[in-house]
């Protein structure tokens, strides 16, 4: 249960209580709006990252399988210089983009041209379809960390907002609740106290006066 917070009972304080009572009620409320937002945004891109996911890890098995074959259709050496000899870079731009005020990656993904050729005599033919398979596979897994990142960052903020959410509501708020119904009723006690005495005060006025005036 929230207790009250260690303020005088004054009415300056009950006003600056009410304003920031108002404050937090607003903040709370779009916290929340945030809060179903961001687990909205989150299971949309948790569910394509459990589709890229299946789909590299169901796809990665046909890539090695295809290497290993071209291996065993003539060398490791002679697969490592072919590879060697082609090579291509993978160039990836970071960038970012926001979702629900998050900033999360947003990767542009280009392969480079070969740097040279390998011999068609000398490679098997399982090797231009393992080469032709990697080069689309590339791209698939690195969408696929670039989603992973995206459900860590928005599980991390997910969390921290849930975190004000219930600082606010179930500790923040009943605590300055609290506190204004405190100063009210000391406020109100004060006040009859003032009234009462008053009245005795008036009541000895008007008896010490002469009878008659």
Not at 5 to 25: G, I
Not at 97 to 105: D, F, L, N, Y
Not at 140 to 153: D, I, N, S, Y
Not at 155 to 177: D, K
């Amino acid at each position: 249960m929230a207790g009250k917070l260690a303020v005088n009972p004054t009415r300056m304080e009950l006003l600056k209580l009410r304003r920031k009572l108002a404050v937090a009620v607003r903040g709370h409320k779009l916290l929340k709006d945030k809060l179903e937002g961001l687990t909205r945004e989150f299971r949309g891109v948790a569910e394509l990252y459990r589709r890229s996911r299946r789909e590299v890890d169901d796809e990665l098995p046909g890539v090695l399988k295809l290497f290993v074959l071209a291996q065993a259709a003539s060398s490791s050496r002679i697969v490592e210089d072919a590879l060697e000899g082609c090579r291509r870079s993978l160039e990836v731009e970071p960038g970012q983009k926001r979702i629900m005020g998050v900033a999360v990656p947003a990767l542009n993904v280009t392969m480079g041209e070969p740097e040279g050729l390998y011999s068609l005599v000398l490679t098997p033919p399982e090797l231009d379809g393992a080469i032709e398979r990697l080069r689309g596979f590339l791209p698939k897994l690195v969408a696929m960390a670039q989603l992973e990142e995206t459900v860590r960052l928005l599980c991390i903020e997910i969390e921290r907002t849930r975190r004000r959410v219930n600082a606010l509501e179930h500790t923040f708020i009943p605590r300055m609740t609290e506190t204004i119904r405190f100063i009210t009723g000391k406020l109100d006690e004060m006040e009859r106290s003032n009234t009462t005495r008053l009245m005795k005060i008036k009541a000895a006025r008007l008896a010490q006066e002469p009878e008659g005036l």
